[in-house]
C-alpha cells in the first residue's frame, strides 16, 4: 500500500465525498485506512464505569484505500502516488506535481 500515517488525503467516493483528512492508522491486512471525522458511525454502548449511563457514540470507521487520493502539496488537488529514486533511495512523489511526499 503506498498510503502512511500522516498523510493528507482526499475522499473520491462514498458519502463522504470531497471531505479531506489524515490517516491516521493502515490497515495492510484489509487494504484499508483510518482517518478521523470521515466514515463516521454510531455505536450503541452499555452501561461501564467510565459510561454509567450508556448511550450512543460516534466513532470512525476504515473506508477502503481505493476510496481515497492524497493531496497534492503544491495544487492541494487530489493526485496518484508515484516512486522515484533519487541519490539512491526511493522516494514517494506526487505525479500531479512531481514533488516530493514527506
Do not use: C, H, W
Amino acid at each position: 500500500m503506498k498510503f502512511k500515517k500522516g498523510d493528507q488525503v482526499i475522499v473520491i467516493a462514498g458519502k463522504d465525498k470531497g471531505k479531506e483528512g489524515t490517516i491516521e492508522r493502515v490497515y495492510e491486512g484489509s487494504n484499508t485506512v483510518l482517518i478521523r471525522d470521515i466514515n463516521m458511525f454510531t455505536k450503541a454502548v452499555k452501561k461501564s464505569d467510565q459510561m454509567p449511563a450508556g448511550g450512543f457514540v460516534k466513532v470512525p470507521r476504515p473506508i477502503d484505500a481505493s476510496n481515497v487520493m492524497l493531496k497534492d502539496p503544491k495544487s492541494g488537488k487530489p493526485t496518484r502516488i508515484g516512486v522515484k529514486e533519487i541519490d539512491g533511495k526511493k522516494v514517494r512523489i506526487a505525479k500531479k506535481s512531481g514533488t516530493e511526499i514527506k
